[in-house]
């Protein structure tokens, strides 16, 4: 596999595959890959019929994969990665999923685990629900759209390379009010302008909204496939109160009719965006699902997880294992090699929660769940943990869990930030139990467990 760096004039080659791969993904636009090169150093080859593209995840130093695409199965293609990501000295990780991509890399390789990553998920639109914003749920976008209207004289024309000098001092204006993403918007800075430096060879498309002759936002994207229309960047001046809502409909009712679909790209995690993106209402959100292989103590968890807890999916199991699992926090008793007991601790604020308590069947009685117990909480103690807490899975659990100090039934809320739920799955039955690991009494009627970042 020889990877080389993608540039302009790859462009009808590369979307000699993406144009007709039916997904829809913000990575898989020709004109990201090119404006993006310099900090994701993406490169791509062709083996064996399929697109490939290595990345630099993050920008960091860690490699990725997207998953391959060309007729057929990709997953022969694996061994010829994974050599790649070896001689770099990585392991393989892939990105970009689908559904239906993560369910054949599991069939052909059951030791590759897949997880979720919500904040990278693409928010897909119908076009002319944008165009439109018809029905009671977009009245709060017609109410911006009124006032805005009825404050400004304004006008929207067709972006223009001729209008970058004035997009770029908007976009450093937007950027001054963003320091705390300093890194991450220079180098978005560096794409929009290797955009506009090549806005035509890169069919890039665009609106520019105008109040009294002074730009007040802009928009730009370029097409996935013949019906998918990717925005890729969208700044205003917040002084014009309605200014972004306005430039995202007057965009959308000037784009070509046979675009029917609208990707709005990812939210990055970030609060504020994410409501922004879901006020209009998705018609989906495009799964970009990531694979990489689980460690051999992984790899057994995974096992003894299955057998003890067989009402969890193998998607949740491996979404703690990969995003979730923490080496330090786990603990395990070893038996004939193999891994017979396990239990995690997982950190929240002044409380740890103590997560999927398990032993295999052949080795219950022996001890092994309450000396791991015991660990789990001289370990908590010496970190400086106020209070332990877990969810029994039944009343003999709930006596059990009893004779080492934990008590009561408190309801149990669990707020993180990648959704990803330590419950039951039914709220009602979310009953924690709960240790006072100090002097400090516990004597709230409800435990929140949250990992989002504390509001000033």
Not at 159 to 185: G, I, N, V
Not at 233 to 256: S, W
Request: with cysteine.
């Amino acid at each position: 596999m020889l990877f080389r760096p993608v540039r302009l004039e790859d462009k009808a080659e590369i979307e000699r595959f993406t144009r007709v791969a039916g997904i829809c993904n913000c990575d898989l636009a020709f004109a990201n890959m090119y404006c993006w090169e310099e900090t994701y150093r993406s490169a791509w080859c062709v083996e064996e019929g399929f697109l490939l593209i290595r990345f630099r995840i993050d920008g960091g130093r860690r490699i990725g994969y997207m998953q391959p695409l060309g007729e057929g199965d990709f997953t022969h293609l694996l061994p010829g990665l994974e050599a790649d990501a070896r001689a770099a000295g990585q392991p393989l990780r892939l990105a970009g999923l689908t559904p239906e991509g993560a369910a054949a890399l599991r069939r052909a390789y059951p030791a590759f685990g897949i997880r979720r990553n919500r904040d990278s998920e693409d928010y897909v639109y119908r076009a002319d629900d944008l165009r439109r914003l018809e029905g009671r749920r977009y009245q709060p976008k017609r109410n911006h759209i009124n006032r805005f209207e009825a404050a400004y004289d304004y006008r929207y024309e067709e972006l223009t390379p001729s209008l970058a000098p004035e997009c770029l001092r908007l976009e450093r204006q937007w950027r001054a009010a963003h320091e705390a993403r300093a890194a991450e918007l220079t180098a978005e800075q560096r794409a929009m302008q290797r955009a506009f430096d090549r806005f035509e060879e890169l069919e890039l498309r665009g609106g520019a909204l105008f109040v009294d002759d002074r730009l007040a936002a802009f928009t730009y994207g370029s097409a996935i496939d013949d019906a998918t229309f990717c925005i890729h960047a969208e700044k205003a001046d917040i002084r014009y109160e309605g200014a972004y809502t306005m430039i995202n409909r007057l965009f959308a009712q000037h784009l070509p009719p046979h675009y029917t679909l609208i990707d709005r790209e990812e939210d990055l995690g970030l609060e504020g965006l994410r409501r922004s993106k879901l006020s209009y209402h998705p018609l989906f959100l495009q799964p970009k699902l990531s694979a990489e292989r689980l460690t051999e103590e992984q790899s057994q968890l995974r096992a003894l997880w299955r057998v003890c807890f067989p009402e969890d999916t193998q998607d949740d199991i491996e979404q703690f294992l990969l995003s979730r699992y923490d080496p330090a926090r786990c603990l395990s008793a070893r038996r004939d090699g193999r891994i017979a007991a396990m239990l995690h601790l997982v950190p929240f604020g002044r409380t740890v929660y103590i997560y999927a308590v398990a032993t295999a069947p052949d080795r219950r009685r022996q001890g092994l769940a309450g000396g791991l117990l015991r660990e789990a909480l001289a370990c908590a103690r010496a970190e400086g943990f106020r209070f332990a807490a877990l969810i029994p899975g039944s009343d003999d659990l709930r006596r059990w869990y009893a004779e080492y100090g934990f008590t009561g039934a408190c309801p149990v809320c669990f707020r993180t930030h990648d959704g990803f739920d330590f419950g039951t799955g039914d709220p009602a039955r979310d009953l924690a139990m709960v240790l006072a690991l100090g002097d400090e009494p516990f004597d709230a009627t409800e435990l929140l467990l949250s990992d989002l970042p504390q509001e000033s």
